[in-house]
């Protein structure tokens, strides 16, 4: 069969009145740019763009050729409604390029219905990036009950590249990643105010393989939080605060068996943070978080620097949080470990490795390792573990339940042997 293209050119050709043009939309297709003003986005920042997008991104989904560019052009604001971007698409590389701004609708709207502000769903080797800025308009939410939706969610994107873009004032969590492997985030900078509910910066759930580095995020919630599903996590320099520090967790929020393992955390400052280095888990739940470790870390006045809290409960304060995980729907081996609810006895934490933690702690108890009398946390290693009081002429000092390891040159006389 022809190629559509060659089977164009000659059509073309046998006009030769329109060479010009022949010349313009060959050229046109080697760039393969879809811009979405192409398709009637206005970009004034009222006028609803949602429709142009889709149209937009329908063609370049539809394309075969590799590094299809979706662009969202420079020096205009579009409002976009809820919506998905949906693959799997015939290209393995789409480029993604937000050079402009989006911004939410001035208004609220269903959650049941549309719990994402923009989706990207099954869709491999997308690249977003652009230099441009996401509003979310939070602040139209915050006041506004629990049940708020998350600005954007990749699920089912396996290889995405994100980097170079300002995301601002998300209703509930900036990022959330899902059922996907291997993707790479850098250069991001999320930004809601220190006391807007459950603003957490990046969710990752169900996923394999993420490495996270160079970014600035400042909160009202968890700058990232890593759920059930996931492993091999990097970070590394990111700069957190205000926000709640970086999770492991929480795990097995009713009764769920969650498992987190191989994460790493490294090079990361925490600045006016409520938790710096965390890990949460609940009483009721099942499965593990283990092998993770923290490593060349700087605390400015964090008020929990380095804890891990095997008894979370959260009092339903963050119910919003949870249809992060409604759909895993793509890979039945990465989403299996959520539909199995054990009966469970607590969440094992073990194999947990502090290296190098300094600078201030805003409460004295700059250690907090609260765990099981049961369950116990096995093999936790403290290595210059040191920090001093954000307030002169305070003592800091480390509590420890039920926490087994060793320590070295460690403010961490409590853990005991195991
Ligand atoms: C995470 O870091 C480790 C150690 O540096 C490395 O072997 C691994 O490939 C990294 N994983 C990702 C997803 O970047
Ligand atoms: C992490 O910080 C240490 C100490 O400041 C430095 O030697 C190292 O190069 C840094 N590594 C990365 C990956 O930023
Ligand atoms: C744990 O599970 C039991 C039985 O399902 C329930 O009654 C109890 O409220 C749960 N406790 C917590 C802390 O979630």
């Known amino acids: 069969m022809m190629k559509p293209s060659l089977l164009f050119a000659l059509l073309c050709l046998l006009q030769i009145s329109k060479l010009g043009f022949c010349l313009k939309e060959a050229n046109k297709d080697k760039n393969r740019?879809?811009?979405?003003?192409?398709?009637?986005?206005?970009?004034?920042g009222k006028n609803d763009d949602s429709q142009a997008f889709l149209k937009a991104w329908e063609s370049v989904c539809e394309r075969g050729s590799r590094n299809t560019k979706f662009l969202v052009p420079p020096g205009k604001t579009f409002m976009l409604k809820p919506l998905a971007f949906v693959g799997p698409c015939k290209s393995s590389s789409i480029s993604f390029s937000i050079r402009g701004n989006l911004v939410a609708p001035g208004y609220t709207w269903p959650v049941g219905r549309y719990p994402t502000w923009i989706s990207f769903d099954s869709i491999n080797g997308l690249v977003v990036s652009g230099g441009g800025t996401i509003d979310g308009r939070g602040s139209l939410w915050w006041g506004k009950g629990h049940t708020r939706p998350s600005a954007m969610h990749f699920n089912g994107c396996n290889g995405l590249r994100m980097y170079n873009l300002r995301?601002?004032?998300?209703?509930?969590?900036?990022?959330?990643?899902?059922?996907?492997?291997?993707?790479?985030?850098?250069?991001?900078?999320?930004?809601?105010?220190?006391?807007?509910?459950?603003?957490?910066?990046?969710?990752?759930?169900?996923?394999?393989?993420?490495?996270i580095r160079d970014c600035?995020?400042?909160?009202?919630?968890d700058c990232i939080a890593i759920n059930g599903g996931s492993s091999f996590i990097n970070m590394t320099r990111i700069f957190c605060g205000p926000g709640h520090g970086i999770s492991v967790g929480s795990l097995g929020e009713n009764g769920e068996f969650a498992t987190v393992e191989e994460v790493r955390v490294k090079n990361c400052t925490f600045t006016n943070t409520q938790n710096g280095v965390r890990i949460k888990t609940f009483q009721n739940g099942s499965g593990y978080a283990r092998k993770i470790s923290f490593e060349d870390i700087n605390m400015v006045a964090s008020e929990n620097p380095v804890i891990i809290d095997q008894k979370y409960n959260n009092h339903g304060s963050k119910n919003g949080r949870l249809n992060s995980y409604q759909s895993c729907h793509l890979t039945s081996s990465l989403g299996e470990a959520r539909s199995k609810s054990v009966n469970g006895k607590g969440v094992k934490v073990s194999d947990v490795r502090y290296t190098r933690i300094h600078g201030?702690?805003?409460?004295?108890?700059?250690i907090t390792l609260n765990c099981d009398a049961d369950l116990g946390c096995a093999n936790i290693v403290m290595d210059h573990v040191n920090m001093v009081s954000a307030t002169s002429g305070h003592k800091v000092f480390a509590s420890c339940n039920n926490a087994h390891g060793s320590y070295v040159s460690s403010l961490a006389s409590c853990l005991t042997k195991g």
Do not use: E, Y
């Open 33 to 44: 740019v879809v811009s979405v003003t192409d398709f009637g986005a206005i970009g004034d």
């Open 167 to 211: 995301h601002l004032n998300s209703p509930r969590n900036h990022i959330s990643l899902s059922c996907s492997k291997n993707m790479h985030l850098w250069g991001l900078r999320l930004i809601a105010p220190g006391d807007s509910p459950n603003t957490d910066g990046i969710d990752i759930s169900n996923a394999i393989g993420v490495d």
């Open 216 to 221: 600035i995020i400042s909160t009202g919630d």
């Open 360 to 366: 201030s702690s805003a409460s004295d108890q700059a």
